[in-house]
């Protein structure tokens, strides 16, 4: 089972970049496809975006196409959301995941995931 803990987060300006990253341990990520999500006070968690096992397909929410990028650093064990040109409308709780079985693609379905983390806040001002 992996453990994921996530860290970045915090208070930025509209306009203004973060990058989350998401730290793996008991497992090896090389050949898992992760996720980011949020969650805003009173809505539903929802996919930001994921990627496959081998980066080479990702999967992002219309709302962040063009200034979001999910990457995952295999050697580090690390997954990354770097988020540009925030809004305050991106305010929320953000979480990643790992696939629930190896080998799979970018997916939007949060049943795809397990193995939480525990969230970082994200607040941006306007």
């Known amino acids: 089972q992996v453990q994921l803990v996530e860290s970045g987060g915090e208070l930025v300006h509209a306009g203004g970049s973060l990058r989350l990253s998401c730290a793996a341990s008991?497992?090896?990520?090389?050949?898992?496809?992760m996720g980011w999500f949020r969650q805003a006070p009173g809505k539903e968690r929802g996919l930001v975006a994921s990627?496959?096992?081998?980066?080479?397909?990702?999967v992002y929410v219309d709302s962040v196409k063009g200034r979001f990028a999910i990457t995952k650093d295999n050697a580090k064990n690390t997954l990354y959301l770097q988020m540009n040109s925030l809004r305050p409308e991106d305010t929320a709780v953000y979480y990643c995941?790992?696939?629930?079985?190896?080998?799979?693609?970018?997916?939007?379905?949060?049943?795809?995931?397990?193995?939480w983390g525990q969230g970082t806040q994200v607040t941006v001002s306007s």
């Open positions: 990627i496959g096992w081998d980066g080479r397909s990702t």
């Open positions: 995941a790992s696939n629930r079985f190896p080998y799979g693609v970018a997916s939007r379905r949060q049943h795809d995931f397990t193995s």
């Open positions: 008991g497992r090896s990520l090389s050949t898992f496809g």
